[in-house]
């Protein structure tokens, strides 16, 4: 293979992971190693692929910089019903990751979700508060009123608990640093809610 597909194969797999995040040619200039005038030339190539290849059913949308794989528009019919019935679509990882730091740090801030996560959560975030599972609780104190958020009663329902009080601790460990911190959170939400819709 030759180091333009090695490179696009990279692209799509940072793209696929990430989900509705997306990334920057920036993000992954600096996740893949590469200089962003070497990156933003394979994105476009791939995008151009997908777009003119009948046989996939993603394509590469950029949306304000943010570059992320979408079902192509044609297929709008195929993917209709599961569209029209949320409750069988479960959640992304990247979904699930803010829902854990929002049940167990509530309430609590855009920004400070971001912190911990290390990325940005507005998707993910849009996602929860559409599906019923988080919401605005009130605003923060001081410049700007940041709003805060908290989980809802439909939270509650999707994971069988009568109030948040029943949700799993969270063992005491303090290392100080967020990545750590965003793993314990994932590691004891996965594994309480393993299985659960």
């Known amino acids: 293979m030759t180091k333009t597909i090695i490179l696009q194969s990279r692209i799509e797999a940072l793209l696929f992971v990430v989900g509705d995040d997306g990334l920057t040619i920036k993000q992954l200039a600096q996740l893949l190693g590469e200089a962003e005038e ?8 791939l995008r151009v692929a997908f777009d003119e290849d009948d046989t996939r059913g993603i394509t590469i949308k950029e949306i304000a910089g943010v570059y992320q794989l979408i079902t192509k528009p044609q297929l709008a019919d195929t993917i ?7 409750t069988a679509q479960s959640l992304s ?7 854990a730091i929002v049940a167990y740090k509530q309430p609590i801030t855009r920004v400070a979700i971001e912190d911990l996560r290390g990325v940005k959560c507005e998707r993910p975030l849009q ?36 109030s948040i009080e029943e949700m799993p601790p969270l063992p005491e460990e303090d ?5 750590q911190e965003t793993d314990l959170f994932m590691t004891k939400f996965q594994e309480t809610f393993n299985g659960v819709k």
């Open 127 to 162: 996602t929860l508060a559409s599906r019923g599972l988080v919401k605005e609780v009130g605003r923060s104190e001081g410049t700007g009123r940041a709003i805060l958020y908290g989980t809802t009663k439909e939270f509650l329902n999707y994971f069988g608990l009568n």
């Open 80 to 86: 209709q019903k599961l569209v029209e019935n949320p």
């Open 93 to 99: 990882q990247a979904s699930l990751e803010v829902l």
């Open 175 to 179: 290392n100080g640093e967020a990545e």
């Open 38 to 45: 070497v990156v933003a030339p394979a994105m476009e190539a």
